[in-house]
T-cell receptor
């Protein structure tokens, strides 16, 4: 079945540092890939998505590229801010199913 | 356009009681999904519904859990005879057909 493996945290960075959160997947066919962000006490917000190989999703300075050859969708940001502190979830949908399959989440803390 | 609404936001039940969680999808969205988030874990799919139909309930526990999405009114996730292991955050998401899912703020269920 479909699965998502993402880098375990927690991750602690200083403001303006470079961020990478690794995500790899296993899926049949051509899934759509997503990154969601969850701020404390809140629901999930869609951060970015990609629906086919080599697509790059981007939003709020975050980027991720759909790499079919490495089955990866790593999240990157060049310069993090304190306000980026949250839990980040990688997810996929595909294989004829609309349900989302999530990774376990990576907690990011950015210190001033 | 209001987002996905869930209520209550917090629910406390004693063991053996019933819990009813409500979800109102975004306007124009006819697809509803329920996910459960256990402490320190990612989200797990439970059930996918369209108006008056259950499309995929592969993630629902076989006993005590049921879901509905009636023609009028919100979607309801019902848990009968709750146990401590049911304590979790329950998230609802909605989507227009075949597109990304938008999440509500969640209902945090505590079973005492």
């Amino acid at each position: 079945g479909n699965s998502v493996t993402q880098m375990e945290g927690p991750v602690t960075l200083s403001e303006e540092a470079f961020l990478t959160i690794n995500c790899t997947y296993t899926a049949t066919g051509y899934p759509s890939l997503f990154w969601y962000v969850q701020y404390p006490g809140e629901g999930l917000q869609l951060l970015l998505k990609a629906t086919k190989a080599d697509d790059k999703g981007s939003n709020k300075g975050f980027e991720a590229t759909y790499r079919k050859e490495t089955t990866s969708f790593h999240l990157e940001k060049g310069s993090v801010q304190v306000s980026d502190s949250a839990v980040y979830f990688c997810a996929l949908a595909g294989g004829g199913s609309e349900k989302l399959v999530f990774g376990k989440g990576t907690k990011l803390t950015v210190n001033p | 356009n209001a987002g996905v609404m869930q209520n209550p936001r917090h629910l406390v039940r004693r063991r053996g009681q019933e819990a009813r969680l409500r979800c109102s999808p975004m306007k124009g969205h006819s697809h509803v999904y329920w996910y459960r988030q256990l402490p320190e874990e990612g989200l797990k799919f439970m059930v996918y519904l369209q108006k008056e139909n259950i499309i995929d309930e592969s993630g629902m526990p076989k006993e005590r859990f049921s879901a509905e999405f009636p023609k009028e009114g919100p979607s309801i996730l019902r848990i009968q005879q709750v146990v401590r292991g049911d304590s979790a955050a329950y998230f609802c998401a909605s989507s227009p057909q075949g597109r990304e899912q938008y999440f509500g703020p969640g209902t945090r269920l505590t079973v005492t």
